[in-house]
């Protein structure tokens, strides 16, 4: 594989579509970096019947997006960033069912070496987004990923005047109680940022 044709896996989870906002500018990040974005879903769990007329339109819009596959998406890779809302400070049931399943891929040291980025969504300002991320980085970091945050030359991360999401260890974003509120630009420009450099030190490390 050459410089030029670097694939850098998305794989994230969205009930509401607010993680789904944000993985719309990874991708643009990934690939104003001449990167090729390969984008995944992990699987449902919840039954549908538990599900809410705006969970249902959500997985109605995301229909047409391949489902991940613990046992192949791992492999072949130059790079790795994954999207997850908080449950409760840790990432979402679906997200964790995925890496369940990837045993084969640590014992073959499939991620080892290869940059790894994450980005998170929450209800409220202060509701475990960066406990998400720092405990979704231990499973990357037991695959061997080299993680990467977002610097504070984001001057994003500064901002004060608003209510916005974003950390040093990934960009997040604040849906609100009832999941009314969407990523602003603050928060959307820091997604395109670490796109840009997971991609950037993807193709430094090859």
């Given at each position: 594989?050459?410089?030029?044709?670097?694939?850098?896996?998305?794989?994230?989870?969205?009930?509401?579509?607010?993680?789904?906002r944000l993985?719309?500018?990874?991708?643009?990040?990934?690939?104003?970096?001449?990167?090729?974005?390969?984008?995944?879903?992990?699987?449902?769990?919840?039954?549908?019947?538990?599900?809410?007329?705006?969970?249902k339109e959500?997985?109605?819009?995301?229909?047409?997006?391949?489902?991940?596959?613990?046992?192949?998406?791992?492999?072949?890779?130059?790079?790795?960033?994954?999207?997850?809302?908080?449950?409760?400070?840790?990432?979402?049931?679906?997200?964790?069912?995925?890496?369940?399943?990837?045993?084969?891929?640590?014992?073959?040291?499939?991620?080892?070496?290869?940059?790894?980025?994450?980005?998170?969504?929450?209800?409220?300002?202060?509701?475990?987004?960066?406990?998400?991320?720092?405990?979704?980085?231990?499973?990357?970091?037991?695959?061997?990923?080299i993680i990467?945050?977002?610097?504070?030359?984001?001057?994003?991360?500064?901002?004060?005047?608003?209510?916005?999401?974003?950390?040093?260890?990934?960009?997040?974003?604040?849906?609100?109680?009832?999941?009314?509120?969407?990523?602003?630009?603050?928060?959307?420009?820091?997604?395109?940022?670490?796109?840009?450099?997971?991609?950037?030190?993807?193709?430094?490390?090859?």
């Open positions: 594989m050459t410089k030029e044709h670097l694939k850098i896996l998305v794989l994230f989870y969205s009930l509401y579509g607010h993680t789904y993985v719309q500018d990874v991708v643009q990040g990934i690939k104003a970096e001449n990167a090729t974005p390969m984008l995944r879903i992990v699987e449902e769990l919840m039954p549908k019947k538990y599900m809410n007329k705006k969970a959500m997985k109605e819009q995301l229909k047409d997006i391949p489902i991940a596959n613990p046992r192949e998406d791992l492999k072949d890779i130059d790079g790795i960033i994954v999207g997850t809302p908080t449950r409760f400070g840790n990432m979402c049931a679906q997200m964790r069912n995925f890496w369940d399943q990837t045993g084969g891929d640590w014992v073959k040291g499939s991620l080892i070496g290869k940059p790894a980025g994450i980005f998170a969504s929450t209800n409220t300002q202060h509701g475990g987004q960066e406990t998400t991320i720092i405990t979704t980085m231990i499973t990357l970091l037991h695959h061997g990923c990467v945050g977002t610097p504070y030359s984001n001057l994003e991360l500064m901002e004060k005047d608003t209510i916005t999401g974003g950390t040093p260890y990934g960009p997040t974003t604040v849906a609100g109680p009832n999941g009314e509120r969407m990523p602003i630009e603050n928060e959307l420009n820091l997604a395109r940022m670490l796109g840009r450099r997971v991609t950037k030190i993807a193709r430094k490390l090859i």
